[in-house]
């Protein structure tokens, strides 16, 4: 293992980010060019390796970060911890309350780590391939989005607005016990109770609590219009299916 004293930095959309990206968006298009011509039996044994993988890549980081615990980042109570252990989940069950998770914490807060991403630690720092806490990060947020893709396109799964009621419930219990925590123990998973110390898009979203108000408001409309076009899909299709059978 490379000493930090020669571990490369890492940049965002510099080489390492720009080849994640790459077979991120290939494997996306392979997972539902597969799911879309797979059995079954084939999809769910799909689902189970992609569990699999999702399960392991979770332990090894979860290991890493208890080897030397610091409870500023050691505790899995990221909103992005519990989208991996959801998803994993969903792909290994193919439960729909899973899938609706994942969906759509997957697809808006999970890839906002691909875009946007924040590898490594304050101890460590934001080190470039191959450190454990690159592969980690990657690997782990790669695998949630994928899931989220694969069992939305590829295996056709749909969510509906009791999907969103649900999401919108779970997601307000974690902030609220998160936050408790956060409160308790002095910490901040999640920058439920202070802005991180670094710049961030929260910068531009006002003080605390104001950046929160803002960002619920804003989460919750982008949710909706990602369950708008399936909604409308499923009571538009019946209406013309009627059409042509009087046809």
């Not at 689902?47 to 332990?59: E, T």
């Not at 998770?101 to 630690?121: K, M, N, R």
């Not at 101890?123 to 893709?149: K, Y």
């Not at 919108?168 to 901040?188: E, H, K, P, Q, S």
């Amino acid at each position: 293992m490379l000493s930090l004293a020669t571990q490369r930095e890492f940049t965002a959309y510099g080489p390492s980010h720009l080849v994640v990206l790459a077979i991120f968006a290939v494997g996306a298009v392979l997972l539902v060019w597969i799911g879309r011509r797979q059995s079954e039996a084939q999809a769910r044994v799909l689902g189970r390796v992609l569990a699999v993988l999702l399960i392991a890549a979770y332990a090894v980081a979860l290991v890493y970060k208890l080897i030397r615990p610091d409870i500023q980042t050691s505790v899995p109570l990221q909103l992005c911890d519990v989208a991996e252990l959801a998803a994993a989940y969903a792909l290994w069950s193919q439960r729909h309350w899973a899938f609706a998770l994942a969906y759509y914490w997957g697809l808006l807060l999970s890839s906002q780590a691909l875009i946007t991403p924040d590898v490594g630690t304050p101890a460590e720092g934001a080190p470039d391939f191959p450190h454990h806490l690159f592969l980690t990060f990657f690997t782990l947020h790669v695998l949630v989005v994928w899931a989220a893709i694969y069992l939305t396109w590829g295996q056709r799964n749909r969510p509906s607005w009791r999907d969103y009621r649900f999401t919108v419930g779970v997601t307000f219990l974690w902030a609220a016990f998160t936050f408790i925590f956060n409160a308790i123990t002095g910490t901040n998973y999640g920058y439920l109770n202070r802005k991180p110390p670094t710049a961030s898009v929260l910068d531009v979203l006002g003080p605390w609590p104001i950046y929160l108000l803002t960002e619920i408001a804003i989460v919750l409309a982008v949710w909706a219009l990602m369950t708008w076009p399936w909604q409308r899909r499923s009571v538009t299709e019946p209406t013309v299916r009627s059409r042509a059978q009087e046809i």
